[in-house]
């Protein structure tokens, strides 16, 4: 439960920074200062937090942890803590995708391989809709993993079938 707690809380916090930095940017012409980074961090130094690194242009300008990262140990986050966050990027993905075809960069129902090439050829192609919506049928990478004993995500490359017909789960 506190995984869950502090990955809803690493969402909040860099939802808040980010709409407090679209406004300062509105407000001011020049970057922040590290100071006033840390003042929006400040309410997260004693509770879940995040680890945040600020690019322009290819450039990493700032990395700083807040917060922690196992507040049972009291584990405190750097800007190189690793987070497991599981399927909480799912949603993020799938609307970027959907963004990038409602500008015509890609379509929803092109073949998925067009972008991972790796996978195997199923029966029926597989769309980008199709991933989108859990219907493609392809089979779970940790299911095969714990299953064939593979260490490795290169196990998908072995897949020669999908669980069921792409598009006909719902």
Sequence with gaps: MKRITVAVSCLLTCL??????????????SDPTEAEIDEIFA???????????????GALLFTRGYGYANLDHD?????????????TSKQFT???IVLLA????????????????????????????????????????LTLMRLSGCRS?????RMTESSFWPGSAS
Excluded at 16 to 29: H, K
Excluded at 47 to 57: E, K, M, Q, S
């Design 16 to 29: 808040s920074v980010w709409t407090s930095g679209a406004l300062r940017a509105q407000q001011a012409s």
């Design 43 to 57: 309410a997260f130094e004693d509770g879940p937090g995040c680890a945040l690194g600020v690019i322009r242009d």
């Design 75 to 87: 584990v405190p986050i750097s800007s190189t803590t690793i987070f497991d966050i599981g399927s």
């Design 94 to 96: 799938a609307a970027v």
């Design 102 to 141: 409602q500008r015509g960069e890609l379509s929803l129902d092109q073949d998925v391989r067009d972008f991972i090439p790796e996978l195997p050829e199923y029966d029926e192609t597989v769309t980008i809709r199709h991933l989108i919506h859990h219907t493609s049928g392809v089979r779970d990478y």
């Design 153 to 157: 995500r290169t196990c998908s490359k």
